[in-house]
Structures are given as C-alpha cells and as structure tokens.
C-alpha cells in the first residue's frame, strides 16, 4: 500500500469499529492495485456523529463506508440520498462528489445478490418462491434484492410480525408475511432460504428451524459470517441442500464503494476470501 501526501482517503464510520474487516478487506484491494491512498477505521460516537460526516469532504476523503449504529442516522446528515438508500432506509457508503457534497447510499443489496450468484450460479431469480428469516436491516436489503430480481414470491418471517409488516409495507412487492410460528410450513416449495438475523452468530443462539418442509434443491443462504459455517448451514449441506456463506456478502458489498472513491473496479476472489479470514 502507497500513502503520500497526495493519498486519497475512505474509512468505516461505526461504534465500535474495532471488529470490522473492511480495512482488511479494502486493504488487499489498495496493495494488489498499488493504489496512492488508505482505508481507516474511524470510532465514531453517536453524539459526534453529524460533525464528523460534515469534516470528510474538508479532510480531503472520498467517502467511507458505514456500520452500526449510524446506518439510519447518517441519512439525514447527507446532501443527496440514493433512491435505493432511501427505500431501504440505511446508508452503508458515503461518497464525496466532486462539488463537496455528501451522497448517501446502499450497496448491500448489491453485496448479497451478488454473493448468492457466486456462491450458487444455477439458482435464478425465476427458480420459484423465497423464504426469508427477520426484518432488519439486513432484511430490507435482501428483499429489495429479491424483489428487483424478479422473485416470484417473498415469504417473510419474523418474531415481531409488526415489523415484518411494516416491512412489507415500506418496499412493496411480492412480500407475504407468514407468522413467526408458522416459519417452518413457509419452507414448502421455496427455491431459496436466507437467514437475515443475529441468530446463529457466535454468541447468539442458533436459529431455530425446522427444514423438513424445504425442498433438497433450494439454495440455503445465511449472512452471518462468523462463524462462517453455521448451524443453519451444516444442517442444510447434511441434507443436500446448496449452501452460500455470509462473507461474501461483506465482500461484494464494497465493491461499489471502493470503485467510487479509488477509481479502479476490483474482484471477489478467493485469495481475497482467504486474506480476510486469516
């Protein structure tokens, strides 16, 4: 990596920021292009939040990405806002434009769709019916993703059924919301399952589910990545289900990012895969 007085900068903006893999990530991506510029970590309190966002552009940044918990908080603090942004209700990437100006997006629906076409190549978008875990965040972005594709229809869980509502109601689409209960019966004919919750992360219990109902062909999707192999996802390879990690994701999603702020497109790769891992 080159860093001279003439480097151009990006960072994550989060609370905390010390878990993040994304100036590991964009690290390998500055080394392998020998790009003049640096990736930081910035720790970034709630409270100081609006002043930071508003030094990037005099401090000579690109842009930067952004984590939790100022997803939904930075939308109000830039000066335009991406339509998909603005659908999805988060922010994860800010960039400078060439005016000064602040622009809010979203890349995470980008990020998964295009980690579930490298990670299961046969499964389109008219494969049939997708059953989806939670209403976060995550969630948004994920049937956003769908949605756009062309998915026939959403099924969508969640333990708060208000949410998965409002869900539903804020992206439109071919959303039907199935009761937390009846989460199992949801799989039958489903095409593709994704787990858009903390469930199954290290720390957190495992998601409760049961796949009896899925089809063997469906692709079984889980965002989280650590760790990379969940219970979900053993669960799903042991009954000859095609699985698709969540790191992918992480990855795929900074694409976009990184093209706008350093000028060069990069690549998912396997030894990027295993750069970030290590």
Not at 12 to 30: A, D, E, I, K, N
Not at 71 to 86: C, G, N, Q, S, Y
Not at 245 to 254: E, F, P, R, T, Y
């Amino acid at each position: 990596m080159i860093v001279s007085g003439k480097a151009r900068l990006a960072g994550v903006l989060g609370w905390p920021v010390s878990h993040s893999r994304s100036p590991r990530l964009h690290g390998f991506w500055l080394k392998q292009w020998g790009i003049d510029g640096a990736y930081l970590p910035l720790a970034v309190a709630p409270e100081n939040l609006e002043c930071v966002i508003r030094a990037l552009p005099r401090m000579g940044f690109r842009g930067a990405n952004v984590t939790v918990p100022h997803k939904e908080a930075v939308m109000r603090l830039v000066d335009h806002l991406d339509p998909l942004a603005r659908r999805i209700g988060a922010v994860n990437t800010l960039v400078v434009r060439d005016d000064g100006s602040l622009e809010g997006r979203n890349t995470d629906a980008y990020g998964f769709f295009e980690n579930l076409r490298q990670g299961c190549p046969a499964w389109t978008a008219s494969s049939g019916p997708a059953a989806v875990i939670g209403a976060g965040g995550a969630a948004r972005a994920v049937v956003a993703a769908l949605a756009d594709a062309g998915v026939p229809e959403i099924r969508l869980a969640n333990r708060s059924r208000e949410r998965a509502e409002a869900l539903a109601a804020d992206l439109g689409g071919p959303v039907k919301v199935v009761e937390w209960s009846e989460r199992a019966g949801m799989l039958d004919g489903c095409a593709l399952l994704v787990n858009t919750t903390t469930l199954g992360m290290t720390g957190q219990s495992d998601l409760d589910l049961d796949l009896a109902a899925l089809p063997t062909t469906a692709v079984v999707n889980d965002i989280v990545y650590v760790p990379l192999e969940t219970d979900l996802l053993v669960r799903a390879r042991a009954r000859g289900n095609a699985t698709v990690d969540g790191l992918g994701m992480l990855l795929h999603q900074a694409v976009p990012g990184f093209e706008a702020w350093f000028g060069q497109k990069p690549q998912v790769s396997h030894e990027l895969r295993a750069f970030v891992l290590s």
